[in-house]
């Protein structure tokens, strides 16, 4: 028997709440499975499960449940992949105590040590009989204006929702209502006012000739269908992650006082969301993936991380983060590192500029490639190779 | 027609009395114990004319030496006597509290089940006719704290003729709360009920947006704000708790459930009060059929004034509760 517990679907999250349930009791289960759906302030998310076994209990729909908390007991072998379990229960899940048996709902979040920044959640002032009524008509009650005593939403608020929305059915669909835009931007500037105030960043920046990769890519992408072309950001993105194979001391997080590098490279691909936010889910082992497979791996990312339906792992598992500003963004970017990672690395957009090629000014297209990093894990001197190891990799096109 | 029974008109004095006098009539070992409950004829004339019929064993006056009488009444009990114990007013009941909770509510648990004590102490309890502070407190709900013990309000004319004897007939210690505002109070007395049970609430009128929660002079407060509801299109209904120990409260979630609205209406004070257990039982065991917040009319927490416009201030009235029921049902 084991706890299927609420993931840390980054270190800005404290609560989460399932939504849908994709299994019942019952159910089969094996690791990797989508088994719920859990609405953060990143949106609706696929959360996965990594044990194996039949699925015994399920914590109830619509309620705020705490880190850690027990969402699920699966019997059974209950034995995990170790490898999943370790990247599944990567960052702040660790500081949380265990909630038994099943999870209680969260009244007053207690302060969590590592995060510094206070979280107030945001919830619906809905009466219990409306919430209850509401979960089973499959009535979304985000929206619904409350009538009741301190304006809460009542029985009959629901009843008038289902009543329009005439028995919706519960699919996936309905049940993923997407980010809240406020509720996002209140989890950004609480990840990153602790990242500004508990990580002591540096930065280095160089700018690199990205004439040879460009022309690789062109002779690239000449010989192929347009669904098959790669975008610079693929050779950008393989490059550093190949980079970090050499300099692991920038692949990892900072906990507890130390630094644990991930031998796994998950590149935390920045996606800008339409109407504001951010979202930076993992591309994983991104240095072992073709650019084929990476420009795949990326499409789908940026479709999916605007649509709804990222999965779980993909939030936990960033073990670094790279931001690329394309090809209509700012010449460079200093990113903010995204705790508790220990680097973040940026690219400006490429731009044609003047540049001595063997004692010749020649315009070559140049991009500017940036490095934040944590200097409680590392020091300017490893940072610059990892700047350097980048360079040179662009400049081997054929390598990656 | 002639075959139904005639109802018969009569305050809930009277109905006390009948059922006093029909106890005594019927069990050779009850007898009536307390301070000016003969010759007086009772504080609130409950016993009046009792001694006269029954003569002075079985209707005994008291010192007034609370501790002492509810003692003897204890001891009685314990030898195999029924003794109604009327304590003038549950104010009083402090100076007793030693032998109702150390000695009757505990004395079959100590024993082992060897000594049951059929006991009835009947107290007056409740504010309203200008008697002070120190004759108008509600203290039910600290009785109705104690293991061992039964609590009983009669709220009508029904209740105060037929509560007494299941209390007779109960082996363990029975305590009636008479509120002293429900002496005069009227009500029609059906002959065909010879009997009511002391476990049930009692839905006094149904209703289906809001559920007041009452018992004892409350009920008609209760009543009355539920006609002004009915004026406003709000149904309410109205459950008389009756027994406060143990409380039915497979009955209050049922009306709560048909109702989704509470108004808990309880003379005590409203810090740590019965009130504030049902409340929190409602919130353990009920809170998905609430679709308001639980709200409560108790006295205000002063000592009950005597003059008469701050006494009225102090308790629970009728327009309280219609104000709490209405911002639930229709708030602005």
């Given amino acids: 028997m084991a706890d299927f517990t609420m993931p840390a679907l980054g270190a800005d999250m404290e609560t989460g709440k399932v939504i849908q349930w994709l299994v019942k009791p019952g159910d089969t289960v094996h690791p990797g499975d989508v088994v719920a759906v859990v609405e953060t302030h990143k949106g609706a998310i696929d959360v996965e499960c990594f044990l194996e076994g039949v699925i015994d209990k399920l914590a109830p729909l619509d309620t705020d449940l705490r880190v850690g908390a027990v969402l699920a007991i699966v019997q059974g072998t209950g034995v995990a992949t170790a490898a999943h379990m370790a990247s599944a229960a990567a960052p702040a899940a660790s500081a949380l105590p265990p909630v038994s048996p099943m999870a209680a709902p969260v009244v007053n979040p207690a302060p969590v040590a590592t995060a510094a920044a206070p979280m107030t959640s945001i919830r619906v002032k809905i009466s219990p009989a409306a919430q209850r009524t509401a979960r089973e008509l499959g009535v979304a009650v985000g929206n619904l204006q409350g009538s009741g005593a301190d304006g809460a939403v009542t029985l009959a608020d629901v009843a008038r929702s289902a009543i329009k929305s005439v028995a919706p059915p519960i699919d996936r669909h309905a049940a993923r209502s997407g980010f809240d835009p406020a509720q996002m931007r209140h989890a950004i500037a609480a990840a990153m006012s602790r990242s500004k105030r508990e990580i002591p960043h540096y930065y280095l920046s160089s700018t690199i000739d990205f004439g040879t990769a460009q022309t690789w890519l062109d002779a690239w992408n000449l010989q192929r269908e347009p669904i098959d072309r790669l975008l610079p950001a693929v050779l950008l993105l393989k490059a550093t992650a190949k980079a970090l194979e050499e300099v692991p001391q920038l692949n990892g997080f900072y906990e507890n006082g130390a630094c644990r590098p991930s031998a796994a490279i998950h590149a935390g691909w920045a996606v800008a969301l339409r109407g504001g936010g951010l979202v930076a889910p993992a591309i994983h082992d991104a240095n072992r993936k073709t650019l084929a497979e990476l420009m795949s791996a990326l499409r789908d990312l940026v479709q999916r991380a605007r649509a709804g339906g990222l999965r779980s792992s993909e939030l936990t598992d960033p073990t670094i983060t790279i931001t690329s500003l394309g090809d209509r963004g700012a010449e460079s970017v200093l990113g903010v590192i995204y705790p508790p990672q220990v680097a973040i690395v940026g690219f400006g957009r490429v731009v044609q500029r003047p540049w001595v090629v063997e004692g010749q000014v020649v315009a070559r297209p140049l991009v500017s490639i940036s490095l934040a990093a944590d200097h409680r894990a590392s020091d300017g001197h490893i940072g610059g190779q990892l700047l350097a190891a980048i360079d040179t990799a662009l400049q081997n096109p054929d390598c990656l | ?332």
Avoid at chain 2, 65 to 75: K, L, P, Q, S, Y
Avoid at chain 2, 85 to 108: H, K, R
Avoid at chain 2, 130 to 148: C, F, N, R, T, V
């Fill in chain 2, 1 to 332: 027609m002639t075959d139904l029974p005639q109802l018969q008109r009569m305050t809930y004095r009277e109905a006390c009395r009948q059922a006093i006098r029909v106890a005594l009539q019927a069990d050779p070992r009850t007898f009536v114990m307390g301070e000016d409950v003969g010759k007086y004829g009772g504080c609130y004339a409950v016993t009046k004319g009792l001694l006269e019929e029954f003569g002075p064993d079985r209707i005994i006056d008291t010192p007034l030496a609370e501790n002492g009488f509810t003692g003897i009444g204890v001891g009685a009990a314990l030898a195999g006597l029924r003794p109604i114990v009327e304590i003038m007013t549950c104010n009083f009941s402090l100076l007793a509290l030693d032998q109702i909770m150390n000695n009757a509510a505990t004395l079959s648990h100590m024993s082992g089940g060897q000594f049951a004590v059929p006991l009835v102490i009947r107290m007056a309890t409740g504010g309203g006719r200008q008697l002070a502070a120190q004759h108008s407190h509600s203290l039910e709900g600290w009785y109705a704290h104690i293991p061992g013990l039964k609590v009983l309000a009669p709220a009508t004319v029904e209740d105060a003729r037929h509560m007494l004897a299941a209390a007779l007939a109960d082996p363990n210690p029975v305590l009636l709360f008479e509120h002293i505002v429900l002496y005069n109070a009227e009500g029609d007395l059906d002959p065909g009920v010879t009997a009511v049970d002391i476990s049930h609430a009692k839905v006094r009128r149904a209703g289906r947006d809001v559920s007041l929660i009452t018992y004892g002079n409350s009920l008609p407060k209760c009543l009355s704000a539920a006609d002004a509801l009915a004026a406003d299109g709000i149904e309410a209904e109205v459950l008389d708790l009756r027994v406060l120990r143990p409380l039915d409260m497979s009955a209050v979630i049922a009306s709560v459930a048909r109702t989704h609205r509470v108004v808990i209406v309880d003379e005590g004070w409203r810090s740590g009060s019965l009130s504030g257990e049902i409340a929190a039982r409602l919130a353990e065991d009920a809170l998905y059929e609430l679709d308001a917040p639980v709200r409560r009319i108790c006295s205000r927490e002063v000592p009950v004034p005597y003059a008469a416009h701050m006494e009225e201030a102090a308790l629970p009235s009728a327009r309280d509760i219609v104000l709490a029921a209405r911002a639930l049902v229709k708030p602005l």
